[in-house]
């Protein structure tokens, strides 16, 4: 029997592992996935394959995805409990998924590339799902992804970059707002939600409409603490929101601790120092400001305190 070598898929692999639009599909040389569970008591794997519509011709698919199923049925797929002792054992590859934790494993086999996600705690629904990819050229569109998303006016001026899988959040002139995920398709076209778009034909659609966009990134919290010095008080920053709310007065007599003890109230929640900062810079700055995103982050910068505060 094959030996197959599982990796714990990266953040942007997990990317791939749902059914992607037509053009994703078309550029990854997608082929389509296989779907599977356990039955009522757990202990038979049952599965169906449904195949892209306009997947092309591969020589030795179904020979390498057989194998393939052969292996993980006798190694890990033996039934629900095997499963789920095999993902408490790679926490390494859990992510927040559709039904809370799952578990996701890239694997290659000759030209072909399976990203196998895994529901443990789903005996409801499928348990496993398995997507297939011509490997060369979802390397080749995971690499050209990489330079991000840009978002510009109709006058081809640059307003704001965004990494691939990250999200939007449109903003309306009567107030209300729509958040939307966006996908690369190339240097020029993005999968804005369900729908493919210019980058100048969605500028000019919106500003038609009267409405603006902001980065709603995935790399973000949705609310995080600050300490507004000039109010002497504790406020909280959220996602796509302008400014703060107060929430609390100050703790401390001086500011310093206070600029210290928000820090600790968002470390308490998870939330990094480079994640705070873009908050904060995002709150001042507004959403679309360079230094709203964590990966400009500098540990040696300035602190708000040492800035002189807000």
Request: aromatic share 14%; charged share 30%; hydrophobic share 30%.
């Amino acid at each position: 029997m094959t030996e197959y070598t599982l990796t714990p898929m990266t953040k942007v692999e997990n990317l791939y592992s749902y059914r992607q639009s037509q053009q994703i599909s078309m550029q990854t040389g997608y082929y389509g996935y296989l779907h599977g569970d356990f039955g009522k008591d757990g202990k038979y794997f049952n599965s169906t394959f449904e195949q892209f519509s306009g997947a092309p011709l591969r020589e030795h698919f179904e020979t390498e995805r057989d194998n393939l199923l052969d292996f993980l049925e006798k190694e890990i797929l033996r039934d629900l409990h095997a499963m789920t002792k095999y993902c408490d054992n790679h926490e390494e590859a859990a992510f927040k998924g559709a039904f809370g934790k799952d578990y996701g494993f890239r694997i290659d086999s000759g030209n072909q590339t399976f990203l196998l996600v895994m529901h443990p705690r789903n005996v409801a629904d499928y348990a496993v799902h398995l997507y297939s990819y011509d490997k060369h050229l979802l390397d080749e569109h995971i690499k050209r992804a990489e330079k991000g998303i840009r978002f510009i006016n109709s006058n081809y001026e640059p307003l704001f970059n965004i990494e691939d899988g990250d999200g939007i959040m449109i903003r309306y002139p009567d107030g209300d707002t729509s958040i939307r995920a966006c996908r690369y398709i190339d240097d020029y076209h993005t999968q804005i939600g369900n729908s493919i778009y210019h980058i100048c034909e969605f500028a000019e659609i919106t500003e038609k409409n009267g409405a603006t966009v902001i980065p709603y990134r995935n790399s973000l919290p949705e609310k995080c603490y600050v300490y507004v010095d000039t109010r002497e008080a504790f406020g909280i920053v959220t996602k796509g929101k302008d400014g703060f709310e107060l929430c609390a007065e100050a703790k401390f007599p001086d500011g310093k601790r206070n600029f210290e003890y928000a820090d600790k109230l968002n470390e308490e929640l998870g939330i990094t120092k480079a994640q705070s900062e873009a908050m904060t810079m995002a709150s001042m700055m507004g959403w679309a400001d360079k230094l709203a995103d964590p990966r400009t982050y500098e540990p040696k910068q300035k602190t708000d305190y040492d800035r002189g505060g807000r």
